[in-house]
């Protein structure tokens, strides 16, 4: 399954990107997928757009989406602009959204641009990567 054309997971000065991580507030609950700002973010699967979901109250450039898969997949992607409505429903492999550029919104140079993506099925958070593909097969 796939968000992108190519899915590698962040590790840079500023932190990794794999699910558990060590952060200041606790443990990483999602993934975070390399992009190039403007790279386009395809639907994983059949399904729609339930609600924007913003990753902080606090600031308002930085923006996200929930999207429910028809397999009852929920998706929580952050750093992403969406170009598909809420409650629009989508095909597997549309466009959905674009990258932010969340670097330069956090004035990080040595923070990768990247996507933060969260799952959840039947209620329960897990690993992304049990159904999201590492495409480089190597840690980034």
């Given at each position: 399954?796939?968000?992108?054309?190519?899915?590698?997971?962040?590790?840079?000065?500023?932190?990794?990107?794999?699910?558990?991580?060590?952060?200041?507030?606790?443990?990483?609950?999602?993934?975070?997928?390399?992009?190039?700002?403007?790279?386009?973010?395809?639907?994983?699967?059949?399904?729609?757009?339930?609600?924007?979901?913003?990753?902080?109250?606090?600031?308002?450039?930085?923006?996200?989406?929930?999207?429910?898969?028809?397999?009852?997949?929920?998706?929580?992607?952050?750093?992403?602009?969406?170009?598909?409505?809420?409650?629009?429903?989508?095909?597997?492999?549309?466009?959905?959204?674009?990258?932010?550029?969340?670097?330069?919104?956090?004035?990080?140079?040595?923070?990768?641009?990247h996507i933060h993506v969260e799952t959840v099925k039947d209620g329960v958070r897990f690993d992304p990567m049990e159904v999201f593909t590492d495409t480089s097969k190597k840690k980034s």
């Amino acid at each position: 399954m796939q968000l992108l054309s190519s899915q590698i997971i962040r590790n840079d000065d500023e932190g990794k990107g794999h699910y558990g991580a060590s952060r200041y507030h606790g443990t990483h609950k999602g993934v975070d997928f390399v992009v190039t700002p403007g790279q386009v973010i395809k639907a994983p699967e059949s399904g729609y757009i339930k609600r924007i979901k913003n990753p902080s109250a606090k600031d308002s450039r930085q923006h996200g989406f929930l999207f429910i898969g028809d397999s009852g997949l929920e998706v929580t992607v952050f750093y992403a602009d969406l170009t598909a409505a809420v409650g629009e429903v989508v095909k597997k492999g549309n466009k959905i959204a674009i990258a932010q550029d969340i670097s330069a919104l956090y004035g990080l140079p040595d923070m990768k641009p990247h996507i933060h993506v969260e799952t959840v099925k039947d209620g329960v958070r897990f690993d992304p990567m049990e159904v999201f593909t590492d495409t480089s097969k190597k840690k980034s």
